[in-house]
């Protein structure tokens, strides 16, 4: 198992451009999440899907949109990216039960540099 | 709902034990205690989990006081491997779907 992968580790982009971060797991997980982490900072949530279908907004939404495209793929879409979006992208899953006592499980992340 | 509290930077000699302490005093009944792990940027790893009992496996101990408002990892033969920012994470609960929210952690370096 490959468990999370995220595509792509690294891109720069210029200030206003566009680009969808892709994530895709294998370990047949119901909730996936998307996070954020600038530089000396903890992970901060942008968006999560509880299930198939169904995404919802975390702490960091503005900016980004998200899409569950099926069970295994959640992608993250920057439509006009900006300086302030600089940042280091990591997607997790879980088995997703109501309740959140579970683990997720971590990609090892995509470095975005806006200009 | 409060974050938890945990020193910024803690010490530790390659093959003691690690001890980590982490505060929670607003945990709520139906909210486990979590510990994460990030080493150098790579994608948080889990640790270890607790609601009120103590906990072990193959990687750690976690210890959660009676009145469960505070928790200690401990790491019993550090290596500098572990070397590593240590998150503590109440889990969000209820109707959530295991939403974490992450502090700043505590920075552990293992030396030799």
């Known amino acids: 198992n490959a468990g999370v992968t995220q595509t792509p580790k690294f891109q720069v982009l210029k200030t206003g451009q566009s680009m969808t971060l892709q994530c895709a797991q294998d370990?047949?997980?119901?909730?996936m999440y998307w996070y954020r982490q600038d530089p000396g900072m903890g992970l901060r949530l942008i968006y999560y899907?509880?299930?198939?279908?169904?995404?919802d907004k975390g702490e960091v939404p503005n900016g980004y949109n998200v899409s569950r495209l099926n069970k295994r793929e959640f992608s993250l879409r920057l439509e006009s990216a900006a300086p302030s979006q600089t940042s280091v992208y990591f997607c997790?899953?879980?088995?997703?039960?109501?309740?959140?006592?579970?683990?997720?499980?971590f990609g090892p992340g995509t470095r975005l540099l806006v200009l | 709902d409060a974050k938890t509290t945990q020193p910024t930077s803690m010490d530790c000699a390659e093959g003691r034990a690690a001890n980590l302490p982490c505060n929670h005093s607003?945990?709520?009944?139906?909210?486990?205690v979590y510990w994460y792990r990030q080493i150098h940027s790579q994608g948080p790893q889990y640790i270890i989990h607790g609601l009120k009992n103590n906990e072990t496996n193959e990687m750690a101990s976690l210890i959660i006081t009676e009145d469960r408002k505070s928790s200690t990892l401990i790491l019993p033969h550090a290596t500098l491997r572990d070397t590593a920012v240590y998150y503590c994470i109440k889990s969000a609960g209820g109707t959530s779907y295991g939403k974490l929210t992450f502090g700043q952690g505590t920075i552990l370096t293992v030396h030799p």
């Open positions: 899907s509880a299930s198939e279908g169904t995404t």
């Open positions: 607003t945990i709520s009944g139906n909210e486990y």
């Open positions: 997790a899953s879980s088995a997703g039960m109501l309740g959140g006592q579970e683990t997720q499980y």
């Open positions: 370990m047949n997980h119901n909730s």
